[in-house]
């Protein structure tokens, strides 16, 4: 068990409409991180966080944002998800190496 | 600029080769890690292999080994007696900085390695 879940695993949303995805970890790490996987670019940082409400932008921030109440919850949110952020969503914990979560496939019609 | 690039899109090996997949990396900074990473079809992202700058040895870890050639800033990954089951996406990684701090990975491209029997 890696200690770290993703929900939901599928989602398909309408343009426009506002998405939610939730990251969530047991095993009481500092560091989490959303990551967006599309082909061709491997996987890009969205958001990260070091702590309880200390978040900060990664390379791929725009239309999104974060946030993190509770040590084991990240959440990832689309303000108003648009075609281009359909992709593949992975949330990672830092530990002595990075875990990854199983990834959430959204896409946005 | 990019900073980790994985030249080969994609790659066909016959069963029981050694396959070797590239990786070169760009930082100015004299700390990083560099990581390789195996994903599957089923979408996971499972972690092979880890080496550090300051690492004076290749690290190996089982079939996987990482040809580790700091002056040309590459971190190679190779599998010895390739099986069908390595037929995946492989991608490199790198970490900078060893202050304690987020420390966020970059990814290259990945290059989708299959295994033909």
């Known amino acids: 068990d890696a200690g770290i879940t993703q929900s939901p695993r599928h989602k398909v949303t309408e343009t426009g409409t506002p998405v939610t995805l939730r990251c969530h970890q047991t095993?009481?790490?500092?560091?989490m991180y959303w990551y967006r996987q599309d082909p061709g670019h491997g996987l890009r940082l969205i958001h990260y966080s070091y702590g309880v409400k200390d978040t900060d932008k990664g390379e791929v921030s725009d239309g999104y944002s974060v946030s993190r109440s509770k040590t084991e919850d990240f959440l990832l949110t689309l303000e108003s998800a648009t075609s281009s952020q359909t992709s593949v969503y992975f949330c990672?914990?830092?530990?002595?190496?990075?875990?990854f979560g199983s990834g959430t496939r959204l896409t946005v019609v | 600029a990019q900073k980790i690039t994985q030249t080969q899109p994609g790659m066909f090996v016959q069963e029981k080769e050694a396959v070797t997949l590239d990786c070169t990396y760009d930082t100015s900074d004299p700390s990083y890690g560099l990581f390789w990473y195996k994903q599957p079809s089923s979408g996971e992202m499972i972690f092979l292999i880890y080496q550090g700058s300051y690492d004076q040895q290749n690290a190996t870890e089982g079939r996987y080994s990482l040809n580790f050639q700091k002056a040309r800033k590459s971190a190679n990954l190779v599998i010895s007696a390739s099986q069908l089951g390595d037929s995946a996406m492989y991608f490199c990684?790198?970490?900078?900085?060893?202050?304690?701090?987020?420390?966020?990975?970059?990814f290259g491209q990945g290059t989708r390695l299959t295994i033909n029997p």
């Open positions: 990684a790198m970490r900078e900085g060893i202050i304690q701090g987020a420390q966020k990975l970059v």
């Open positions: 095993e009481n790490h500092r560091y």
């Open positions: 990672a914990i830092r530990g002595t190496d990075y875990t």
